[in-house]
């Protein structure tokens, strides 16, 4: 990650800005835009199936109410994940990973966050990998050609895919400079670190300092276009942003 010019742009929970968040519709204009990778979060359903969610609960976004983990994915598809007037069914990690494997245009990378990693410590990270293996992508030959990136702000998570897939990257993310300037990162063998822009305005010190201990730098939520500019000039490797498509363009023709 840490041998390109401009940073690589990821599309957080698709193109999220134009389309509503972690739905089949925001990743397929994600790519239509150009994004180099795709950033979702995964939670586990009642009975045991991984879905593309942020928070704990669907109502924020849907039209139903409930906690994720305690509804089948039955029960979640009878909800609308859709913006008013364009109707959208809850995004399995199956079927997102069906996206980008089928996208045959840019090998696009998938940046995948666990999401409750102490209440289902070890569970959701076995499931991810099992649900990565039928893909064929749970044991990349090296951390480079790895076309999936695991990441959470849990180094006990970060840990336990470094002990189950020891060449698979991640990025450990974090909201202080101190926890990612620290020991943390080396501790669970994380091959990037993943700070906010809020931290990265602050303490831009901190992608170089990764890059001398060999990590890249993962830097979210990057959506005004002087922040896009800044993480250029920090030489951070990928920016995590609502606005794929306004972002490929800035960094492209600038
Ligand atoms: O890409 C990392 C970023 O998504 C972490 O924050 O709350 O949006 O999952 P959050
Ligand atoms: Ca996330």
């Known amino acids: 990650m840490t041998e390109i010019d401009v940073p690589r742009v990821v599309a957080h929970r698709g193109s999220s800005a134009a389309k509503a968040e972690h739905t089949l519709g925001a990743y397929e204009l994600a790519l239509q835009e150009g994004a180099d ?44 994940y859709g913006k008013p007037g364009e109707p959208a069914e809850i995004l399995t990690l199956r079927e997102l990973l069906e996206l980008a494997m089928d996208w045959t245009s ?13 209440r289902y410590g070890g569970l959701v990270e076995a499931k991810l990998l099992a649900e990565l293996s039928r893909f064929g992508l749970a044991t990349p030959a090296s951390a480079s050609f790895s076309r999936v990136v695991v990441m ?7 840990w336990r895919i470094r002990r189950s897939a020891p060449l698979m990257p991640t990025v450990l993310l974090g909201e202080t400079s101190r926890y990612l300037g620290g020991a943390a990162a080396h501790t669970v063998g994380a091959t990037a670190i993943g700070p906010s822009i809020m931290t990265l305005r602050e303490h831009g010190d901190l992608v170089d300092r990764a890059a001398a201990a060999g990590r890249a730098t993962y830097c979210w939520t990057v959506d005004e276009p002087r922040d896009v500019e800044l993480c250029r000039e920090l030489g951070v490797g990928w920016v995590a942003t609502n606005h794929p498509g306004r972002t490929k363009l800035q960094l492209v023709t600038a």
């Open 106 to 118: 840019v090998p696009v990378k998938l940046f995948i966050e666990t999401k409750h990693p102490v």
């Open 152 to 158: 959470s702000f849990a180094a006990s998570a970060m």
């Open 37 to 80: 990778g795709l950033e979702c979060d995964i939670r586990l359903t009642r009975d045991g199936q991984l879905v593309c969610m942020h928070d704990r609960t669907i109502d924020r976004t849907s039209t139903g109410t409930g906690v994720v983990s305690e509804m089948t994915l039955d029960e979640l598809k009878q909800f609308d």
